[in-house]
Structures are given as C-alpha cells and as structure tokens.
C-alpha cells in the first residue's frame, strides 16, 4: 500500500528566506507526485506535478520540487518566501489507480 | 472556467437529519472525486466516478454514506441519517481523461449537532 509521509507538521521561516517542506513517500510501483496548497477556508490548488521526465519539476508561484527515486523523496522548495505562503501544503502519491493519497500536511508560516 | 463548484459551502445541522451536498464538476472532465477533511484523520477519498459510474467506494464510512452522479455536470454525496461525528469539511474533484491530476472545489463545512 502507498503511504506519504510529511515529517514537518509546521515550518515558521521569516520573509525572504528559503524553505523547504519535506515529503517521502512509500510504493512499490511507478507513481505520480504532487503538491497542493490549501489557503484558509479553501480547497486545494495544485501547486506541481510529476508526472515523468525530468525529476525537477516548476509549478506555480516560484515553487520548485525534485523527485529521488532511490530516496523515495519529493520535497518542496522555495528560494524566497512572502508572507502571501502561508498556508497548508500538502504532498499526495497517486499509482495508475488514480486514487490520490495524501500526507498530514504541513504547515507553512511566514513572518515579516 | 468556473472551477469546481460546490454547494453549499456551510451547512448546519442537528443530528439525525438528512444532508445533501452537491458538486459541479468542471466541463469535460471524465473522473469525479469526493473527499473529506478532519483534522484527526485529514483527507479521505470517499468515493470516485469515472463516466458516471462508481468506481471505488471502499473509503465511504458507512451505509449512512452514498453517493450518486446522475450525469455528467453533477454529483451528490448525501448522509442519512447525520450524525455529530461527520462533522468535516467535503471537498469534490474532478479530473480530465487521465484521471491523474485532480482540481478541488471550495468545499462544504458540514456541522452536525
């Protein structure tokens, strides 16, 4: 069965810094990756996919992840964060099922 | 494009009572997903559709639980009788042809007292 697992339930990082948000996942068959945003009182937006190909993927808002098959990793990264971030970030694991599990989420919280 | 609508986006009732909530997938997609969001067990995959039809059903807690999607532009998830633990928040999916990539509705805040 696949599982997700995000480490870090909340991460406070000051404006302008760097952040990543960490995500392993556990499977024993090819997988899709992906990150969500969920602001206050909203559903989710997807912020990145992987889908294939490179294992450094681009999303939305400056948010880059990478992929590390032999680490079962996918974290989240950011070179430079605004208060705007801040939010719930959740990693999900999808197989060829298309069943979407996702992880505990964790907690981004920007200050000035 | 109007995203995935959902209706009604709180809703407030007194256990026993029958709730529906509704969902408009976005147009042309194929699969339909519904979730719910506790802060005890996060997010669950109730129930997907693809086509109309019930796919998977195993995350559905109950027979108080079911779920229909009568064509392709609505769906709805209805609980009968409610109860204080469903108390959560709904959220529904849709997805294009490949099913993968999945774009969530506002959701509904269901509070059962």
């Known amino acids: 069965a696949q599982s997700v697992t995000q480490l870090d339930s909340q991460v406070p990082v000051f404006e302008e810094a760097p952040v990543e948000l960490r995500c392993n996942y556990s499977?024993?068959?090819?997988?899709?990756l992906f990150w969500y945003v969920q602001y206050p009182n909203q559903g989710l937006q997807l912020l990145l996919k992987?889908?294939?190909?490179?294992?450094l993927v681009k999303g939305i808002n400056g948010f880059e992840a990478e992929f590390n098959k032999s680490q079962t990793s996918f974290h989240l990264r950011k070179p430079s964060v605004h208060i705007s971030d801040t939010a719930e970030y959740f990693c999900?694991?999808?197989?060829?099922?298309?069943?979407?599990?996702f992880g505990s989420g964790t907690r981004l919280l920007v200050r000035p | 494009d109007a995203g995935v609508i959902q209706s009604p986006r709180h809703e407030v009732t007194e256990m026993g009572q029958e709730v529906t909530l509704r969902c408009k997938p976005i147009?042309?997609?194929?699969?339909l997903f519904w979730y719910r969001q506790t802060m005890m067990r996060g997010l669950e995959l109730l129930i997907y559709?693809?086509?109309?039809?019930?796919?998977?059903d195993s995350g559905m807690p109950e027979d108080r639980f079911s779920a229909k999607m009568p064509n392709a532009s609505f769906s709805t998830l209805k609980i009968q009788p409610s109860e204080p633990r469903d108390s959560a928040v709904y959220f529904c999916?849709?997805?294009?042809?490949?099913?993968?990539?999945?774009?969530f509705g506002p959701g509904t805040r269901l509070t059962v007292t």
């Open positions: 499977s024993s068959v090819s997988v899709y």
């Open positions: 147009s042309g997609h194929d699969y």
């Open positions: 999916a849709s997805s294009p042809g490949t099913g993968i990539e999945q774009y």
């Open positions: 992987y889908l294939s190909g490179s294992t």
């Open positions: 559709f693809n086509n109309n039809v019930p796919i998977d």
């Open positions: 999900a694991v999808a197989d060829s099922s298309y069943k979407l599990i």
